[in-house]
């Protein structure tokens, strides 16, 4: 029975990463990875960075390509901002070879909790904890009878 489930997860694991891209990374982007890429640094979501061998600069882009491969659910948001600025050609240097430190008033990087438990509710939303405020009868709907 549990060679069963073993045998199933396996085939439920390739198949996503043959039909979807938002499980991590794809088969294709295996392969590429396997084949093109080097790499180059983890961050402290797990993601793992990486860029074409050698920094051999692709001819379509005229620039080297740099790829991230999420660990889990694909989402551009668990990105921190230093691994964002040099996927996007900010910096040439990659945090990991980086020797700046972060400044003290520099909060921690959050993945964007929108559509999750922790986003954010303010007051007066329907879906915010506690009642909703009375209305203070200071607004007046327009009608088309009333320009």
């Known amino acids: ?17 043959v039909f979807t891209w938002w499980n991590g990374q794809t088969f294709g982007t295996q392969v590429w990875t396997a084949l093109y890429g080097e790499f180059v640094g983890d961050d402290e979501f797990g993601n793992r960075y990486y860029r074409t061998r050698n920094g051999k600069i692709d001819p379509t882009l005229g620039i080297e390509r740099r790829w991230v ?3 889990g659910v694909v ?4 990105v ?3 691994w964002h600025g040099w996927l996007h ?3 040439d240097v990659p945090p990991t070879q980086d020797k700046t430190k972060p400044h003290p008033w520099e ?12 986003a954010y509710r303010p007051s007066g939303s329907t879906l915010a ?3 909703r ?3 203070t009868g200071d607004y007046k709907a327009w009608t088309p009878d009333n320009p």
């Open 75 to 78: 989402e551009s948001s668990t």
């Open 69 to 71: 491969i999420y660990n």
């Open 89 to 91: 050609h900010v910096v």
């Open 133 to 135: 405020p009375k209305a």
């Open 107 to 118: 909060k921690p990087h959050r993945p964007n909790l929108t559509g999750t438990p922790g």
């Open 1 to 17: 029975m549990a060679a069963a489930r073993s045998a199933i997860s396996v085939m439920k694991t390739f198949l996503l990463r």
């Open 129 to 131: 904890q506690g009642r």
């Open 80 to 82: 921190p901002p230093s």
